[in-house]
């Protein structure tokens, strides 16, 4: 089985605010089902912690139990949720110039997406510095992690896809599944899926911290909270790209003055970690309420 996105890019993640994302979760004629049971109509938090469970983390976990070899054909991004539906594939094939990132934590102030699959399949240092980041991995930095299994190019990915696949169908079936069982299950005597179940109830906190804050407007970091706008936030940044600024903003969303005069101090090392307005930091890990321009060494 593979499966592919359709469109210029496999999957950008979550949606955050179409207007079918409000119409199918808000009270109306044309809310979805699936809101209205399995917890929908609980108080915020609890409504939340019942609903991305249903239909983000056990629905992913159904995609990893499948009793048939998957295979995730990706290009494009693949951004935050769309790295669920990939890691529960059994092989990842990607296009040449795929771009792989979590970028919920720098710009949704999110511990990683409800599927925590990224130490991994990522490791667990490498985990820490994209989330942390909100960095980038090439398809061929994905495969050398192991995660990816093939790069094609991009005009051959369908056509090298299927020819890979076909390849793994000469394997007799219940071969190929015992294989599968036995490397999910040597998996999970590791500790995978009781990881998964810990990091989901995190991922709840998370949630929680951010109802807390809003007052129960949102559960999410927002611009009203000292998170960036995710709507006019910068591209993500390739790994071993040169160091760059990423803009900050105050608490209405407004770009803060830039000042050359502090990149040449923080180039130079003498510019500290400070919370103050309109600085640079050497530090990747300021604070998201500090408003300051933030420097970056994605390397």
């Not at 593979?2 to 950008?12: D, H, K, Q, R, T």
């Not at 993640?13 to 399995?38: K, N």
Request: charged share 20%.
């Amino acid at each position: 089985m593979i499966l592919a996105g359709n469109g210029p890019v496999f999957s950008s993640g979550h949606d955050l605010g179409s207007p079918d994302y409000i119409a199918e979760r808000g009270p109306g004629p044309d809310q979805h089902w699936s809101y209205t049971c399995t917890g929908g109509t609980k108080d915020a938090v609890e409504s939340r912690f019942h609903q991305e469970w249903h239909y983000f983390y056990d629905n992913t976990r159904r995609w990893r139990n499948l009793r048939k070899i998957t295979i995730a054909e990706v290009h494009g991004n693949v951004f935050s949720a769309a790295l669920m539906l990939t890691w529960a594939c059994d092989l990842i094939v990607a296009a040449e110039g795929t771009q792989f990132a979590d970028v919920v934590a720098t710009r949704l102030g999110m511990c990683g997406v409800e599927y925590f699959g990224h130490p991994w399949e990522f490791g667990p240092r490498k985990a820490k510095e994209l989330l942390l980041t909100g960095d980038s991995l090439d398809a061929e930095d994905a495969r050398a992690l192991g995660m990816v299994s093939k790069v094609f190019p991009a005009d051959t990915l369908t056509e090298n896809t299927l020819a890979f696949a076909r390849r793994i169908a000469q394997v007799p079936s219940m071969a190929a599944l015992l294989v599968k069982e036995s490397v999910n299950q040597s998996q999970d005597a590791m500790g995978f899926s009781s990881a998964l179940d810990a990091c989901f109830t995190i991922h709840q906190l998370n949630h929680a911290q951010w109802t807390h804050l809003s007052g129960g407007k949102t559960v999410v970091g927002t611009p009203e909270l000292g998170l960036p706008d995710w709507r006019t936030a910068p591209p993500d940044h390739p790994r071993g790209s040169p160091p760059s600024l990423i803009p900050r903003r105050d608490r209405a969303g407004k770009p803060l003055a830039f000042r050359p005069d502090r990149v040449a101090e923080a180039q130079d090392g003498r510019c500290s970690n400070s919370t103050s307005s309109n600085r640079v930091s050497t530090n990747a890990v300021t604070s998201s309420f500090s408003g300051e321009y933030h420097w970056a060494n994605p390397a």
